[in-house]
C-alpha cells in the first residue's frame, strides 16, 4: 500500500504570494490532518478533514486553509505569504477521524521557503 | 509549541546501551499517547501507543510506560542501534466524545534528538 504522499517536495516563494500544496492520503483512510513545523514551534496543528469537511481547526490565521476532496485527497492554501510562514508542511491520514484513538500516518512534507 | 511537557533536547547514547526518552503532559484528560520517530528528511513514524486504562505496553525492542498521577510519559529503546538515532516525539490526544476544546487532535511535544555513537 502507498504510504502518504505530499507535493511538491520543496517550494520557495517570495512575500505576499499564495501557495498551494497537496496531499494524498492511504488508499482507505478518511481523515487528513495538517501540521506546520519549525524549529522553534515544533509540530503545529492546522486542521483535519474528513469526508470532505473540517473537523477540526488549529489557532492559524485565516490565511492558511484547505479542503479536501471526495478521494480523500486534500490541499492547504496559503494566501499572502509572510516570512514566518517557513516551514515543513506535514500532512498525515488515518483511516477514521483523530479523537478516535487512531494513529497518524505521516508524508514526508513540504518544505517550503518564503524569501 | 503547546508543551505536553518537560522534556529533553537531546540524548547522546552509546550503541548498545538501553534509551530512555522521557516527556510530561499536562492536560490529565488526555487519553490516550503515541510515540514518533522522525528521521531526516521524513515525516513522523508511529513507534507504539498506550491508551490511559494501560500504565505499560512493550513492542519490539521499545516500551512506553505511563504514569498518570504524575502525568509523565517515557519511551525505552532496549540495545539501542545506529538505526535509532533520529527525532522523538511524544502526542497527547483526548478523545473527540469530551467536551475539552483540545478534543480531537494530536498535540506534540518539542522532541528529542537521540544520537546514538557507534
Redesign the interface.
Known sequence: KAG?TQTPRYLIKTRGQQVTLSCSPISGHRSV?W?QQTPG?????LF?YFSETQ??K?NFPGRFSGRQFSNSRSEMNVSTLELGDSALY?C?SSPN?????E???????TQLSVL | ??SVGLHLPTLSVQEGDNSIINCAYSNSASD?F?W?KQES??????II?I?SNMDKRQGQRVTVLLNKTVKHLSLQIAATQPGDSAVY?CAE?????GLNTN?????????TTLTVKP
Open positions: 502518504v490532518s501540521y514551534q515544533g509540530l503545529q496543528f483535519e473537523r477540526n488549529g506535514l498525515a477521524p483523530q479523537g478516535s484513538n494513529k497518524l500516518f505521516f508524508g514526508s512534507g | 509549541g503547546e490516550y503515541i514518533y528528511g521524513k515525516g513522523p513514524q508511529f501507543d491508551r516525539f490526544n483526548i478523545s473527540r466524545e478534543a480531537g487532535k494530536s498535540t506534540f511535544g518539542d522532541g
